[in-house]
């Protein structure tokens, strides 16, 4: 695993957008906000930095930066290596669908429960959830209208080709799943990028190794 996300400049721009989402004036479902978050936890727990796990929340991220700033406050000592899980007995990272948080992140743009597996799975605090939505990671808007795939394979969305950013929500999340050391994930149903059999995201995910498990 790389060391670049360790570096001050990474872990200052987690701090930033750590501040930017605990200063926001957004719900707690507006997108831009709750993917800045969930950059600031990567970084930071990139860094070994322990972040908050479960639904992204302004408290949270303000505890978030309150922890990178304190880490980066310790001037001329490079960043620790995350001790090993196997020695402190830490929780087991997961990916879990975004949506699955509560998260209004789905193509339609409605709010969405938070399913009641996965709220039994967090409150046994086992768990450091690695939340990612591919499509919205990857820069596709919400609302915005369903995708469909033709006879190619080829994956369309209001008349445009959008395959390209599928793939690219595939690799973050691969991307998510290897700087955390998570090797399951919990993905929502249906999706064209999360189904464990039809998603993009979900193959490439299963391709590398990591269990995926449909919700």
């Known amino acids: 695993m790389t060391q670049t996300l360790t570096t001050p400049t990474s872990l200052a721009l ?31 727990r990139e860094a070994g930095i322990p972040v908050p796990g479960g639904c992204p929340t302004k408290p949270k991220a303000a505890a978030l930066c309150a922890a990178i700033e ?45 399913h009641s597996r996965i709220v039994r799975m967090l409150a046994t ?34 008349g445009q080709d959008v395959t390209a950013a599928f793939v690219r929500g595939g690799k973050l999340a691969v991307d998510a799943a290897r700087a955390s050391g998570a090797t399951k994930a919990y993905l929502v149903r249906g999706s064209p990028s999360c189904d464990r059999d039809h998603g993009i995201a979900a193959r490439m995910l299963r391709a590398v190794g990591v269990k995926v498990i449909r919700v």
């Open 14 to 44: 987690a701090r930033d957008l750590a501040a930017a989402t605990a200063a926001a004036t957004y719900p707690r479902s507006d997108l831009p906000w709750a993917g800045a978050y969930g950059r600031a936890k990567r970084l930071a």
């Open 125 to 158: 605090g086992r768990y450091d959830t690695i939340d990612v939505c591919p499509e919205v990671d990857a820069g596709l808007p919400v609302p915005r209208p369903p995708t469909r795939a033709d006879a190619d394979g080829r994956l369309w969305c209001g």
């Open 70 to 114: 304190a880490h980066l406050s310790k001037a001329g000592r490079a960043p620790a290596p995350a001790p090993s899980a196997a020695l402190v007995g830490a929780r087991q990272p997961i990916l879990v669908s975004r949506c699955l948080l509560g998260v209004a992140c789905r193509y339609h743009g409605r709010p969405t429960a938070e």
